[in-house]
């Protein structure tokens, strides 16, 4: 029997998740912000109607999105991560393997059955995803990843298509992969695409009929790859298990200058704290710590301050990289100079299933300690326990003055209905 894959992702995901836990916005046009209510980064499909562009800086467009009456929301990463969860949840019950490739997109291998007719599979799983939460997914079906890229693409932009296309389906992919630009086929970043068009390439079809040995000369065997996916031949394998990383950062701006010692410890703190517990959900523990600080920048005064140390025995436990992170935020900071952004960078991060013991010494751990800590902070939300040095009062903290609750993972945010 023959196999499928499939790419599901949600509509518009931060949108969807604001318009989701709120019912007095759902249908109206609305916007998501970036850190410090900057620039928007996300869209209902109302507000894409009004041709209100990505990427806008806010401060530019306020007042058209008050007289539009768009909705405007604070970036809420707790609620965005925990929807996440749960739809991916949904699509693992629904499929035989499951690949998370991003918060709301992943793919799914799926068995064709005796029909070959994988549209009732389709439709009952958007049906099932928003009756739980509520959020609108489209579907995209094809041989490979790239085919599968290509047919959500057209799910999403062809209304008649309802939601869920199955392109490996279709008697006539060829007048499918000629709609598709070259620069939305996966994996074609800007470079190739204009390459592409200089030869005369300008769809996923063209590419995909174009001499091999072109594509192997100018893009390599990653080129290839593609190419060979678009014929339906599987080249990109399904990875269920990201890869260990090699290096994590945590990381933020201020919503003002900071020009103090004490509230510089403090974010350094909250980043560190945030890291350590990043460290323990991958089973990782970091070897070399970097501080690092900067000013605005394009300035006649710019700053960047960075100051790194190791960590021996390599460590996860939040207690000894506070204590190795704040020694260095004191040697970066420099009084003369406004910092607005500041992180914590964790590199050589190595597994704690195989950890190198020393002779020695016997490693001090606080494992039970952590672990309730952070059992805790993820039934009743983040920072429900956190360490006295990240601060009670946060001044500095990122603006999100338009922040919704996070009704899916903090108990005293559940909204109340009232009969």
Known sequence: MRRATALIDGNNFYASCEQSIDPSVAGRPLVVLSNNDGCIIARSAEARALDIAMGTPYFKVHKKLESLNVIVRSSNYALYADMSKRLMNILRTSSEQLEVYSIDEAFALLKRPSNGNLRPWAHQLRAQVYRSLGIPIAIGIGETKCQAKLANHAAKSVASLCGAFDLSAETDKDSWLEKVAIEDVWGIGQKLSKWCRLHNINTARQFRDMPSG?????YGIKGLRIQRELLGYECIPFTQKPLPKKEMCVSRSFCRPIHQLSELRQAVASHVIRGGEKLRQHSQVASTLTVFARTRELRPSSCKQAVT??????????????DAA????EQIFDPSYAFIKAGVLMQNLDTTKFMQQQLFS???TNERLLSTIDELNSQYGQNTITWAASGLEKPWEMRRNRLSPAATSRFKEIPIAHA
């Open 214 to 218: 072109k594509i192997l000369s100018k």
């Open 309 to 322: 140390t190791q960590i021996n025995p390599p460590s996860n436990d939040t207690s000894v990289l506070l």
């Open 326 to 329: 704040l020694l260095l935020t």
């Open 362 to 364: 016997v490693p001090k």
